[in-house]
């Protein structure tokens, strides 16, 4: 018993030394700035426990309800010492007749998968 208790702790140990307790990044939050074109910048609050380049939020999504990429934001390092951080893209087209779009957010481990964030479009 002892044996897998100590077994036990080491793979934890071991899970926290590589970053892989960070989990998978949320959308907390997004807004849309939009013209008569629709044409919007969208600017989106992501939430990930990034522990360095190993692991971290590297992207979020644009995407319309049946699926379609509308546009993805790289996001370019890790943002250790800043969580929750929100960051733009400017010149997002969003389709006539689409009233809401969905962003998610991607990490470099888990990919996607974490809480989205479903954004009304006027």
Known sequence: MRKRMRRALGVLLLLAATGVHAGKADVLDAQAQCDAQRQCTLSVTVRHADSGWDHYANAWIVRTPDGTVLATRALLHP???????????????IPPGIETVIIEAVDSVHGSGGTQFTLPID
């Open 79 to 93: 943002h250790v010492s800043e969580q929750p951080f929100t960051r733009s893209l400017p010149g997002v087209v």
